[in-house]
């Protein structure tokens, strides 16, 4: 079965310093795409960056970027100069390309809260 | 543009009341879900449309009843909802499958 796991239920980092968030998913399948998406109080859920399993380079969108180890089968996600409004509930996802299914596997999320 | 656009975004309703939630997207997706998302938890997949097709029923009770349309519309109808159906339905649509997903804001359903 495919998982996504995210092993730090809640961080917190101060304002305008970097932070990383852990995920790590297994699958046997070659060809996926990998998810960060965030979820601010306000509910709506983003996409923040899109990251697909062919691609050896590591996906920027400004101030965040993945590492994305295939081997390891990591993909964390790593925001600079963090702002206030980065508080969210961040869900990393993954969906595989083979075996007809379109679903997003989601982890159970991270708690950041970015403090003043 | 990157919207979808989900109504209500409250709803209240007595456990043998009907309504419907409706979620509409202009994007030219053609795949397109309902969700269920509990506090704290990770978004849970309901239903899958993919070209005005169902193509995944994740087992949801029949007073869950989808309908979708036309490629830009999609309704999720309910009857005679329970309590613990209480939780945000969020609607998202993507190019085709398994491309990236874009989220509603939701709709915050009550059952009471």
């Known amino acids: 079965a495919q998982t996504v796991t995210q092993s730090q239920p809640e961080m917190s980092v101060q304002e305008a310093e970097t932070v990383t968030l852990s995920c790590t998913y297994d699958?046997?399948?070659?060809?996926?795409?990998l998810f960060w998406y965030k979820q601010p109080p306000s509910r709506q859920m983003i996409l923040v960056i899109r990251q697909e399993a062919y691609k050896q380079q590591n996906a920027t969108e400004n101030r965040f970027s993945v590492n994305f180890q295939k081997a390891a089968k990591s993909f964390s996600l790593k925001i600079s100069d963090s702002q206030l409004g980065d508080t969210a509930m961040y869900f990393c996802a993954f969906t595989d390309t083979q075996g007809g299914s379109e679903k997003l596997v989601f982890g159970k999320g991270t708690k950041l809260t970015v403090n003043p | 543009d990157t919207e979808v656009t989900q109504t209500p975004k409250h709803l209240v309703m007595g456990m043998t009341n009907k309504k419907s939630l409706k979620c509409e997207q202009h994007m030219g997706h053609r795949a397109m879900y309902w969700y269920k998302q509990k506090a704290k938890k990770p978004p849970e997949l309901m239903f899958v449309y993919s070209y005005e097709k169902l193509s995944i029923n994740e087992s949801v009770p029949s007073r869950f009843s989808p309908e979708c349309p036309n490629s830009s519309l999609l309704n999720l109808h309910l009857h005679a909802l329970q309590p613990e159906d209480s939780a945000l339905y969020l609607c998202?649509?993507?190019?085709?499958?398994?491309?990236?997903?874009?989220f509603g804001p939701g709709t915050r359903l009550t059952v009471t």
């Open positions: 699958t046997s399948e070659n060809n996926y795409y």
């Open positions: 998202a649509s993507s190019q085709d499958r398994f491309y990236e997903q874009y």
